[in-house]
């Protein structure tokens, strides 16, 4: 009888547990929504965490994204080649960095990066009873840890999107005209031929609430961690796994909302 | 340290902010401060024209479109254009909106209208102003070509016509078809040789008949001159009317004669007696001349005997000259007394 329940109690209990940890996010986002009065506790905490999402992923958001500029101009080339006139290598790259790779893949390596540093951190607190310390102390660890991280994370990710953007349309640009029969005047016009300012304003709409979505699952499962180093590493991990997960369910629905 | 976090954190945000801004306007074709100039452009309609399209003239880059507004009675469309302020637009210009290329994008061409007489571009009245917020420059003529769709369409529909067309010569024109025109064309060709054949003796023949022709129709012609000397004359004599008076004579004759007819027909009786009564006086008339010519009686001697006639002539004398002497003197012969 037990084994004939078990796989259903197997889904019950993720059901709850799903449930559950939508619960303590709302929780914990009406918490950090709260504890913006609190300016002096996350204040000087802001411009630390700014740096550590934001400039410290320029990197390799700028690495991503020039590979991905060097792939699309070549694909696009491979693509296009005698059928299409090639100017529109440029269009192609400039259209899908704005509009998808640039936030998306972005998204996507903050979220390894930047999440799983969240969660593991303040996973490790929680573990380490340091939060709870904060309590003792009288200082509301949520405007002490999740309010600067997840402004942080809503400010500095379109910048470091915007700059993954540029990069990888110069990167489009420089193989268009290093490795491919295109001149930089058609490459331009290609860039030109269907570019709407509306495209810049959507990819930072979209990366707002992935800085968002990073950070604030981040910061939920690391305070929410359970157990010890153990309990660290699968809230590390569920962080990452869920944040990417979420990017791409909002990817779609911006498409959706804004594009249609 | 942290000084030099923040310095970092505010690059970063700089960086991507101007990176945002400065790429917009860039791909937005903006002219970065360069002075420019507003045109403005009246059209029926714009076609897949939209803001931030590119502005050439002499195939070269000069503006955007920087605005497009339907007139507020709906019968035009206003499209501003802002364009480098350097670029001398020729006087009679005017704008065309087309495909930039045949992947969608549009563009505003300024032409002089001189090179494109069939487009119907709109007069414009005189003294029309420009309006709306870019109300700076001049306002021109516009005229946008059709959109690709309606041309693609149009040529669908040949191309269907074509297929079509093609399906039903295919059907027609399979290899029994093209065996009977090959044996078509050997008889032609045959065909061809003998009427070659013909024609050739039919022109020597025509060529006689075309003398005879020649001969026959002189011949008419002096044929013809006569015939008209005939009528004229013909119509000489109707004129003199001498025809009329002969044939009122007949028609006099022929009453005549019709009396007489009747006059015969009233006395066909009697006409048995008449001709026994004229028998016997032709009898005696026979008799008398015999008596005549026998010289018996008065008659007959004076026809054989020539003194009687000699006679007869001298008493006539005499009483001729009787007669004058009595006109003369009729006292001599004539005495009235009443007393």
Avoid at chain 2, 124 to 137: D, E, Q
Avoid at chain 2, 256 to 283: N, Y
């Amino acid at each position: 009888m037990s084994s004939f329940l078990a796989p259903i109690r197997m889904v019950g209990r993720g059901a709850l547990q799903a449930l559950t940890a939508v619960g303590r996010a709302g929780y914990l986002g009406t918490d950090a929504v709260r504890a913006l009065r609190k300016v002096d506790l996350w204040g000087p905490h802001l411009v630390p965490q700014m740096s550590r999402i934001g400039v410290e992923s320029v990197p390799i958001a700028l690495f991503i994204s020039m590979f991905t500029g060097v792939v699309l101009a070549l694909q696009a080339s491979y693509t296009l080649t005698g059928q299409v006139p090639l100017y529109f290598v440029g269009a192609l790259v400039g259209k899908t960095m704005i509009l998808e790779l640039g936030p998306v893949l972005t998204g996507l390596a903050l979220s390894g990066r930047v999440g799983a540093n969240i969660a593991a951190e303040i996973g490790t607190m929680r573990v380490t009873e340091q939060i709870d310390a904060l309590e003792t102390l009288a200082y509301d660890p949520v405007a002490y840890l999740v309010t600067p991280r997840v402004l942080a994370g809503a400010i500095m990710f379109p910048m470091v999107v915007i700059l993954s953007i540029a990069i990888g349309i110069a990167a489009g640009w420089g193989t268009s005209m290093a490795l491919l029969d295109i001149t930089s005047t058609e490459f331009i016009k290609g860039l030109r031929l269907f570019f709407d300012p509306w495209d810049i304003q959507f990819a930072a709409i979209k990366s707002i609430t992935f800085g968002v979505t990073v950070t604030a699952v981040g910061c939920s499962f690391g305070f929410h961690t359970r157990g010890g180093a153990e309990g660290v590493g699968q809230a590390t991990t569920r962080a990452v796994v869920i944040s990417s997960m979420i990017i791409l369910v909002l990817d779609a629905f911006w498409a959706a909302v804004l594009l249609s | 340290m942290r000084e030099g976090r923040e310095l970092l954190v505010g690059f970063v945000i700089i960086a991507a902010v101007t990176a945002a801004v400065v790429g917009t306007l860039w791909l937005q074709g903006s002219n970065f401060g360069r002075p420019t100039t507003t045109v403005q452009t009246l059209l029926a309609s714009v076609g897949q024209l939209t803001q931030g399209n590119a502005v050439t003239y002499r195939g070269v880059r000069i503006g955007t479109v920087e605005a497009i507004e339907v007139e507020p009675g709906g019968a035009s469309v206003r499209v501003s254009l802002l364009l480098q302020e350097n670029v001398g637009l020729p006087d009679d210009a005017a704008v065309v909106l087309g495909p930039e290329s045949l992947f969608g994008a549009w563009q505003a061409e300024i032409v002089s209208r001189q090179n494109y007489p069939r487009y119907p571009f709109p007069e414009l009245p005189a003294g029309t102003l420009p309006t709306g917020p870019h109300a700076v420059g001049p306002v021109i003529p516009g005229y946008a070509l059709p959109e690709l769709s309606r041309l693609t369409a149009s040529a669908e529909e040949i191309s269907l016509n074509v297929a079509e067309l093609s399906e039903r010569f295919e059907v027609a024109f399979n290899q029994e078809t093209a065996d009977n025109l090959t044996s078509a064309i050997t008889n032609l060709e045959a065909i061809t040789q003998e009427v070659r054949a013909l024609v050739q003796t039919q022109s020597e023949v025509a060529g006689a008949i075309i003398a005879n022709a020649d001969s026959t129709l002189i011949e008419i012609v002096s044929a013809a001159r006569a015939a008209r000397n005939t009528f004229t004359r013909v119509d000489g004599l109707f004129e003199d009317t001498e025809i009329d008076s002969i044939v009122a004579n007949i028609s006099a004759v022929t009453a005549d004669l019709a009396l007489i007819t009747e006059g015969l027909s009233g006395e066909d009786e009697g006409l048995a007696a008449t001709l026994e009564r004229a028998d016997s006086a032709f009898t005696r008339v026979d008799r008398i001349a015999a008596r005549i010519e026998s010289g018996e009686g008065s008659l007959g001697r004076l026809l054989a005997d020539s003194t009687l006639a000699v006679r007869a002539e001298e008493v006539l004398l005499q009483l001729d000259l009787l007669l004058q002497d009595v006109r003369e003197n009729p006292r001599r012969y004539v005495r009235l007394s009443i007393f």
